[in-house]
């Protein structure tokens, strides 16, 4: 245990105190007791010898001596006594007051370590909540991306399979108008488009307004009749080039038996001529169309009948006029009916195809 210099100094005056008292109460004690010797020594000078007297005086002031002797090394005793139990008391008071100074000081440097640790760790705390806050963001902001990038994956997906859905129905319905089953004659080819051309009004998105425009131009007949293949078209369309060059000089109100057979006559004695088309017309010149006879206006029909133009030839067939157009009407018509549903079904196909790209 450390004492400062002030309480040191304090118990030091203390003690000088004590001994101080103790000092001047010998020196009465002593001064009393001379005086008592002195009293003695004038009463004995009347009695005894001078000897005697100072045997008796030596004696008693031995004696004296003696007893103060034993006196003072009591009192000192005591006094030492007393001052290792005032030091004692004294020790205890500052060893007491010491601890409880430390304990204030432990005290006080246990709060402010409290304060600087509880300081610190809101300080940590809120760095780590902030860094924490931080990633969740940016963990949220990962997500989200990924979620936004899933949906689009997903919708795309969908409308990939939509776009083959689409693909699929256009297929079929594009096989149906031009495919033919060999050996069955024309007349029995004919079959229905209904089925096919509800698939791809199913397989289409309900907002392809484009799908909705081509199906409803598809003619009434491709749906409920069907239509004719191309190599149907093509045999019927011998046979009406055959009959109509017999009558190409019959009116459409008709005509005699003999004008009959003089249209019957010419269509054989007619030759065919090497190039049915001229060269200026095949170069899109302008041509005179009305110049055109009925021979001619087949002749060109032939021609790209031959090289498998059926928009070209019904063009053609179109300019013919008496009885050959009242012949060659109901191949028109068919035809028609032909060119507008594959021109639909060839649309259906380039649709669906140009959207399937979009999801390669």
């Known amino acids: 245990m450390r004492l400062d210099q002030g309480d040191i100094d304090l118990f030091i005056a203390h003690v000088v105190s004590h001994v ?35 045997a008796k005086v030596q004696a008693q002031l031995d004696k004296e001596r003696r007893q103060l002797e034993l006196e003072y090394q009591k009192k000192a005793l005591e006094l030492q006594l007393d001052i290792e139990a005032e030091m004692r008391q004294q020790l205890k008071i500052q060893a007491q007051a010491h601890s409880d100074h430390l304990v204030d000081v432990l005290d006080i440097k246990e709060k402010e370590l409290e304060r600087y640790f509880s300081r610190v760790l809101n300080e940590r705390l809120e760095q780590e909540q902030s860094a924490y806050k931080m990633q969740i963001s940016a963990m949220l902001g990962r997500l ?53 051309i509800e698939n791809v009004s199913k397989a289409a998105n309900t907002d392809d307004e484009l799908v909705k425009v081509v199906l409803a131009g598809i003619p009434s007949e491709a749906a409920g009749r069907g239509v004719y293949t191309e190599e149907a078209m093509r045999e019927r369309f011998l046979k009406v080039e055959r009959i109509a060059r017999r ?24 030759i065919k001529a090497v190039n049915p088309i001229p060269a200026a017309e095949l170069a899109d010149e302008p041509v005179e169309l009305a110049q055109l006879d009925t021979y001619d206006i087949l002749q060109r029909s032939r021609y790209w009948m031959d090289r498998g133009d059926f928009s070209m030839t019904l063009r053609y067939m179109n300019l ?41």
Not at 24 to 46: H, N, P, Q, W, Y
Not at 248 to 264: C, H, M, N, T, W
Not at 334 to 340: A, H, K, M, V, Y
């Open 144 to 196: 989200r991306g990924m979620e936004d990038a899933l949906k689009l994956r997903a919708e795309s997906d969908q409308q990939a399979r939509q776009a083959h859905l689409l693909w699929s129905a256009c297929q079929s319905l594009h096989r149906c108008v031009r495919a033919s089953t060999p050996g069955v004659p024309w007349q029995q080819q004919l079959r229905p488009l209904k089925s096919e």
């Open 20 to 54: 101080l008292y103790y000092q001047k109460e010998l020196k009465k004690l002593e001064t009393m007791g001379e005086d008592r010797i002195k009293r003695a020594v004038e009463k004995a000078f009347s009695k005894d010898d001078a000897d005697l007297i100072t």
């Open 320 to 360: 013919l006029k008496g009885a050959a157009r009242s012949v060659a009407q109901d191949w028109i018509n068919e035809t028609r009916i032909l060119l507008e549903t594959q021109q639909a079904a060839n649309t259906l196909m380039a649709h669906a195809a140009a959207s399937g790209l979009l999801y390669v």
């Open 247 to 270: 009558l190409a000089l019959i009116p459409e109100q008709g005509g005699s038996l003999p004008l009959y057979f003089l249209s019957f006559l010419q269509s054989f004695l007619l």
